[in-house]
């Protein structure tokens, strides 16, 4: 079983690094993925959907048959739709700062299409609880992944996704959804309707922002290696 993370909007492989670094020391397969035109020359992709035909291409690329898939905001809507494309190959399922629909405000994704440093210095400050001191690796990794209105390509991907609902009732995989008790940017209470959609889906809430993968490394990777010894 490849364990496979998802990161999300203007963020590449580097958010997971604490988890990968965790699960790699205890011998599990590992891949943190760069969606395209995230770290890599290929071109973005506008929509969760082709996102997920995308992840599940790069697997069959890998040569993986078993995968427990990890995604983070965007990335989770990307999981969930992949996992329900490909239920055979989803062993698990995490969704981290996830909700559906993924609403995105107007005033966030106008400015992250007319002044996308403005935007990141927004997302920032949301990902993170009140008080959290280390936000600006944060910060300087979307600063350097920014261009080609990336941001507003992804929050408007996120915004426009539809399929959620439809998804969660395919899922068949042990599933588990990671809350941020101070996240503003996708709230616990707003994804109660697609975690009531998945069967048996479990639900653990930490104290942290949207950025839950840095915030609360050591719960995330607690949580995720129990969800993964459940079947």
Known sequence: MQLV???GALNDHRVWAAQSSYFKERGYPVLAVDLPGHGNTAPALASVPEMAEWLLAALDAAGVT???LVGHSMGSLIALEAASRAPQRVTHLAL???TYPMKVADALLDTARDDEAKA????TKWSHSPGYADTEPLRQLMLRLAGKQLLHTDLAACNNYAGGQTAA???RCPTLFIFG???VMTPPKSASALAAAIPQAQTIT???GHALMTEQA????EALLALIGSR
């Open 169 to 171: 009732a395919l899922l």
């Open 120 to 123: 990141i210095n927004m997302v």
């Open 96 to 98: 981290l700062g996830s």
């Open 66 to 68: 078993q995968a427990a």
């Open 206 to 208: 930490l104290a942290s």
């Open 5 to 7: 993370f998802i990161h």
């Open 218 to 221: 050591d719960a995330v990777n």
């Open 181 to 183: 008790t101070n996240d």
